[in-house]
């Protein structure tokens, strides 16, 4: 049952006009992908240059030079590609369209006659590439180097790119494996594993699932190849003292053993994904246990309530079970972004809203707090507790910015979060011939095929601030499918009718689904109650004991020192306290606040002089809290931040 | 007035027969110091070879071979001879003293014949000596070298190895000053401050005193001495691309513009020691008020409540003010020790118990905490709350162990420890011709010079578990003399008689004063109620907000997983429940420890599913508490500490 999956639905064939997301949308567009180009250009004054394209022109003999910049820096832009792609299907726009064009034929220039493709290698010598498949990325720009050709193909058709990519794939599919005269390596960082599933889909060319499902089945199997690629090319593992070896790589033993994420966040949850690609593709029940078991991993022990993941800044990784620390946290936006294309390929495999409702978590709360309202700045690390004074002189604090940074040296998060947010769209709708899944709630239009017939469904909604959306069913003929909404795990009260009538479905998986014959005009309202709901965390989770988090509909709130004072960790929250709602059109581009009486550690009797005294009872000041959505803190400047408050 | 301090005891008129301090006297005397002397000479079958005693074998050409160990190796002799030294007063032994003249004799055969004593640059080059005195600690090595040199005339009245440290003293002064020909430098690690005037109070040599005074004048002054020194050498700084730079060596700026203590601790409070000693003996009243800046800046900012001081592992370090975690904590034994040594010279100078009292909670706590109670492992980081999953896990805690180790690569704290243990006598009492002072109360009798008279002082007590202290007077003549007790800072009710009557003196800065005509077999005695004390902390200190520490008498308690299960952070006390206390005579060689009705966060309804639910309010259970002195904590096996502990 593992192939019948469902699908992603075509971007073209979505409009997003939803007051939430198409900011975002518009913001890569307009501000993010331009600015993106001019860095892959080093025309950025201030930051440090990227070398990107001038390494590709290196590479392509065009100009005289040295490879600059990180080893992985191809990739760059390869997502700037593919952001570029989702942007132009929903965005036609010819002067881009043909900057990219013209980027692909750069990139095509400096292919090798047997389709390699990694300026690090081209420009510094052939002779040693596929020698340190453990650190030097190679195939991790086979990844975003596919992913990007895939999308490029799907929103214009051509096939330029996708034929590059087909040339690299091709040629590491002739140079690693198991037979002899190949070496038996996979990815260091892993991406390429769902890449060239999706390429599959397209060619159809069996080599590219062989391919995807030989790195996933490879990687950690004894002897350990990192090891003995270690050994043959005298390469160092820098994680060999630590508490953290091939685990990083997520290379410890087979995955299919696995059952704990762990390493690096993001190289695991792109390994998930593709292990959840192959399992699909391949009806391969064990290794999508194995999936299974992971997803679970880290949804019940090492996930944060904003959906983040990767709880410390050693190896940007997952640490250990119900070790979620605030302050320390790495939680890095791509590592966020990557669930979501974990959660999507287990949605579609299962249709289970168990994974959608963490999609939804992590898309408006770890994923959307990495990038300023206004585009220009983005957070690597997204804390769940923030002191400035911490940031700036606690030395093992240093990852944590109290401010969005304009580029980073190592710049994944910002094009990961421009071609996720270009392809939002995507993420909110799923189908099959006969079903649609309404996953996300956002405004606008999508047009389906649905038996047999065109079915244009109009959404409007003031979703994450309302809890009422409305589904306005366009069609020529009736048709008969299922209409599937996912009923959130944080809503408590909701209800669903068509043309005004109640519908009593009982979920499946946590989507109401309405299997019936739909004409023109139908309605389907959704009513979700959104009321401000106090979270807790399980007791196992030490630093999060005695406290608790305010979330509302999927939105978690945090309490801000703009808005609160100093010294938050003082602050206490009661019980039974109401919660004011307040929909502030003027602030973040309009959010929903809330404003609930409060208490703060009273300093009554410290003077300064004492650090330690004969305790005096708790005592408290009452105090006016402020909560804001945690996605649009730092907005306002440098000051303290958290999302976890006492409670007393 | 600076200059009217009082003066130790000599440790030959002090016999301790205290059931508390005499257990680790013994320990040191028969085990740590024969243990220590093996591991000098490489007889420890598992640990890592010393080559201490080795290396001043080939720097005294009595055998060929290379520099081995740290650049301080030799150091550890140092300690290791100053702590027999001190043993060796109240506690003759013809053996060790034998052994203790072979080694001196040894050392004083590699000295150079100017003076010149490290064997790093003897053996490696002396071509190189003092181009590095940032880093490479000659000028550490000379002040344990005169410190133990000093300690062992006292001992024996033998002056060979102080002839040795004059030696390198002078050395030192020849080459090292701001005189044209004279390498303006000073200590990289600070010691030999203390040691010098040590030293003069021997010698009278005004050199040892204006050496000492120039160390310390010349520390921080512009242009940075470390930062010409790495230019002309070459020498690189570790620090220079983190928050704390020249500040780990405390020469930012001048000492006597510095208002907060900062960098390596040990460095920092050994520093202070040496500005204390020389603005007494100075009479430097500016000099003199640096120091109380700065220890007002720890005691009130950044102490833990075990005395211990230094927040940070990154340099071994303090931090900032109320930064004070008690799991990522360094809090090294040395550095309670330095404070130790710190607050008695601010003590001789003032006579003030603020003093006096740091130095009782840093013993009873933060030091003794760092020797296993057999004497046979040793903490160098002695945390406030420990999870061994996280010791093990988290990179950022790899320094935090949850048990003692045998011995260390860089072995400062275990001789240290014993050094202080051996002397502990010696910060009980403090006298001039006119006064005793009785800062720590420990049985046992001290014989002393007053009013022309020789007065034995007979001690009896239980303290720490008991608060009554009888002191009685031996003399053959009456003797006007004033008598000092402190009253602890922690003691809220307490009674002083003489024969049976109360004295109703008003506290003298802490300490009750009695001046009077003393007879033979006068009798003081105080009664202190120890009643079980819970401490807050300053709402500033936002690891500790909502958490309380558990006091009784000078003693912080803990709870630990041996009594009370694991995930310690779940644990509540609750206000107003009382304490039942209890002498258990065979735990821990004798301790009272505390059970109180507590409770523990329920964990009903969590069956491992989930990490967040909707808030139930706050659950507890029940759970009778056990809690155990800090100090004793880690001697039945590895498990979970905490000294903070929720309040409900």
């Known amino acids: 049952m593992l192939n019948k999956k469902l699908r992603p639905v075509n971007l073209g064939k979505i409009q997003i006009e939803d007051r939430f997301w198409k900011e975002y949308m518009e913001l890569v567009r307009t501000h993010v992908i331009p600015y993106q180009w001019d860095a892959l250009n080093d025309r950025i004054p201030d930051a440090e240059p990227s070398y990107c394209i001038q390494n590709f022109r290196v590479a392509a003999k065009r100009e005289e030079g040295?490879?600059?910049?990180?080893?992985?820096?191809?990739?760059?832009?390869?997502?700037?590609?593919?952001?570029?792609?989702?942007?132009?299907?929903?965005?036609?726009?010819?002067?881009?369209?043909?900057?990219?064009?013209?980027?692909?034929?750069?990139?095509?220039?400096?292919?090798?006659?047997?389709?390699?493709?990694?300026?690090?290698?081209?420009?510094?010598?052939?002779?040693?590439?596929?020698?340190?498949?453990?650190?030097?990325?190679?195939?991790?720009?086979?990844?975003?180097?596919?992913?990007?050709?895939?999308?490029?193909?799907?929103?214009?058709?051509?096939?330029?790119?996708?034929?590059?990519?087909?040339?690299?794939?091709?040629?590491?599919?002739?140079?690693?494996?198991?037979?002899?005269?190949?070496?038996?390596?996979?990815?260091?960082?892993?991406?390429?594993?769902?890449?060239?599933?999706?390429?599959?889909?397209?060619?159809?060319?069996?080599r590219h699932l062989k391919l995807a499902k030989y790195f996933i089945d490879q990687r950690g199997q004894a002897p350990l190849f990192f090891d003995e690629e270690c050994k043959k090319n005298n390469n160092t593992c820098y994680w060999d003292d630590t508490y953290m070896r091939k685990q990083y790589y997520q290379a410890g033993k087979p995955v299919r053993e696995q059952d704990k994420a762990e390493g690096h966040a993001v190289r695991a949850v792109y390994l998930y994904s593709g292990m959840a690609e192959v399992a699909s593709e391949t009806e391969d029940q064990e290794l999508f246990e194995a999936c299974e078991r992971l997803w679970s991993n880290i949804v019940t022990r090492q996930m944060y309530v904003t959906g983040s993941i990767g709880a410390t800044e050693h190896g940007e990784a997952f640490s250990f079970d119900y070790d979620l620390p605030n302050d320390t946290v790495y939680a890095e936006t791509c590592a966020a972004i990557g669930l979501i294309f974990f959660a999507r390929?287990?949605?579609?495999?299962?249709?289970?809203?168990?994974?959608?409702?963490?999609?939804?978590?992590?898309?408006?709360?770890?994923?959307?707090?990495?990038?300023?309202?206004?585009?220009?700045?983005?957070?690597?690390?997204?804390?769940?507790?923030?002191?400035?004074?911490?940031?700036?002189?606690?030395?093992?604090?240093?990852?944590?910015?109290?401010?969005?940074?304009?580029?980073?040296?190592?710049?994944?998060?910002?094009p990961n979060v421009a071609r996720l947010l270009s392809s939002?769209?995507?993420?909110?709708?799923?189908?099959?011939?006969?079903?649609?899944?309404?996953?996300?709630?956002?405004?606008?239009?999508?047009?389906?095929?649905?038996?047999?017939?065109?079915?244009?469904?109009?959404?409007?909604?003031?979703?994450?601030?309302?809890?009422?959306?409305?589904?306005?069913?366009?069609?020529?003929?009736?048709?008969?499918?299922?209409?599937?909404?996912?009923?959130?795990?944080?809503?408590?009260?909701?209800?669903?009718?068509?043309?005004?009538?109640?519908?009593?479905?009982?979920?499946?998986?946590?989507?109401?689904?309405?299997?019936?014959?739909?004409?023109?005009?139908?309605?389907?309202?959704?009513?979700?109650?959104?009321?401000?709901?106090?979270?807790?965390?399980?007791?196992?989770?030490?630093?999060?004991?005695?406290?608790?988090?305010?979330?509302?509909?999927?939105?978690?709130?945090?309490?801000?020192?703009?808005?609160?004072?100093?010294?938050?960790?003082?602050?206490?929250?009661?019980?039974?306290?109401p919660f004011n709602e307040k929909y502030e059109g003027d602030l973040f581009n309009g959010v929903v606040t809330l404003t609930v009486k409060g208490k703060r550690v009273s300093d009554e009797g410290w003077n300064g002089d004492a650090l330690y005294?004969?305790?005096?009872?708790?005592?408290?000041?009452?105090?006016?809290?402020k909560l804001i959505p945690y996605y649009s803190w730092a907005n306002r400047g440098i000051g303290e931040m958290t999302v976890w408050v006492r409670m007393k």
């Open 613 to 625: 005294r004969t305790y005096r009872g708790k005592k408290f000041m009452d105090q006016e809290l």
């Open 66 to 206: 040295k490879f600059q910049g990180m080893v992985f820096q191809d990739s760059d832009v390869y997502k700037w590609l593919e952001a570029v792609a989702y942007s132009l299907m929903w965005h036609p726009d010819e002067a881009l369209e043909k900057t990219a064009d013209e980027t692909i034929e750069l990139i095509a220039a400096a292919q090798q006659p047997d389709g390699y493709l990694d300026t690090y290698y081209i420009i510094n010598g052939l002779d040693r590439r596929f020698t340190n498949l453990m650190d030097h990325h190679e195939l991790y720009c086979l990844g975003h180097m596919v992913e990007a050709a895939v999308a490029y193909y799907y929103a214009t058709g051509k096939d330029v790119f996708l034929n590059v990519a087909v040339g690299y794939a091709n040629c590491v599919y002739n140079c690693l494996g198991t037979e002899e005269g190949k070496i038996p390596g996979y990815p260091g960082h892993e991406v390429a594993e769902m890449a060239l599933v999706s390429l599959y889909k397209i060619t159809k060319d069996e």
């Open 345 to 414: 390929r287990m949605f579609e495999i299962t249709k289970d809203s168990r994974y959608t409702d963490v999609m939804e978590r992590a898309l408006y709360n770890g994923v959307i707090s990495g990038m300023s309202l206004d585009g220009k700045s983005f957070f690597y690390v997204n804390p769940l507790e923030v002191s400035p004074e911490h940031c700036e002189k606690d030395y093992f604090r240093r990852h944590v910015k109290p401010e969005r940074q304009k580029w980073f040296g190592c710049a994944c998060c910002p």
């Open 424 to 577: 939002i769209g995507g993420y909110a709708f799923e189908c099959d011939d006969a079903s649609v899944y309404m996953n996300l709630f956002m405004g606008g239009q999508v047009e389906l095929e649905l038996d047999g017939n065109k079915n244009i469904f109009h959404v409007e909604t003031n979703y994450p601030w309302n809890g009422k959306v409305v589904v306005t069913v366009e069609n020529e003929q009736p048709s008969f499918f299922s209409f599937a909404v996912r009923i959130p795990g944080w809503c408590v009260n909701s209800c669903v009718t068509v043309n005004g009538e109640k519908q009593l479905c009982e979920l499946e998986k946590g989507y109401a689904v309405m299997k019936r014959e739909w004409k023109n005009g139908d309605q389907i309202i959704l009513d979700m109650e959104m009321p401000v709901t106090i979270v807790e965390a399980n007791p196992l989770v030490r630093e999060d004991i005695g406290k608790v988090a305010v979330m509302r509909g999927p939105i978690v709130y945090c309490l801000e020192e703009q808005d609160n004072g100093t010294s938050l960790p003082q602050i206490y929250l009661e019980e039974g306290q």
